[in-house]
């Protein structure tokens, strides 16, 4: 069965630094997709970034970008210049090509510190 | 476009009660998925449908739990008699096809 693995359940940076929240999958398929969804107070589930997993090259959109190693199924988020609205939960999810359910971490709880 | 609408945003139940929860996809979306986030969890998938037919319902308890998505109207999750362990945010995605899905702000749901 797939999984998708956080093993830091909280974490917490000061305004301006870089964090990286990390995130490992585990699947037998070679075409699939991966996500970072923030999930703020309010529980809107936002998509961050997404990573196709043919594509080499690492996703980025603006402040935030992945490392994406699929030889060792790592797919861990950095988070630049970390601001105060970037104090969420974090999902890293994936979703095999062509199929429908998306298999979700447990999430890690990000504080943004003044 | 406006995005996956869900209502209400936030619903009471006493025990017993029957608790139904709304879901409105992006326009031109066909495919309806609904997950369960249960209190310091991930997203779990319940069901997919599309316009009047159940695809997928391998992850929704086998009782109380139904769901639609009829011709006309929204996508519909019905919990029947629910009990404190229903307790939980229920989202709803919607996709023109497979792969990526749209999520909506989710329906919060309190058994007292």
Partial sequence: ?114 | NAGVMQNPRHLVRRRGQEARLRCSPMKGHSHVYWYRQLPEEGLKFMVYLQKENIIDESGMPKERFSAEFPKEGPSILRIQQVVRGDSAAYFCASSPGTDEQFFGPGTRLTVL
């Fill in chain 1, 1 to 114: 069965a797939q999984t998708v693995t956080q093993s830091q359940p909280e974490m917490s940076v000061q305004e301006a630094e870089t964090v990286t929240l990390s995130c490992t999958y585990d699947t037998s398929e070679n075409n699939y997709y991966l996500f970072w969804y923030k999930q703020p107070p309010s529980r809107q589930m936002i998509l961050v970034i997404r990573q196709e997993a043919y594509k080499q090259q690492n996703a980025t959109e603006n402040r935030f970008s992945v490392n994406f190693q699929k030889a060792a199924k790592s797919f861990s988020l950095k988070i630049s210049d970390s601001q105060l609205g970037d104090t969420a939960m974090y999902f890293c999810a994936s979703l095999t090509s062509g199929t429908y359910k998306y298999i979700f971490g447990t999430g890690t709880r990000l504080k943004v510190l003044a």
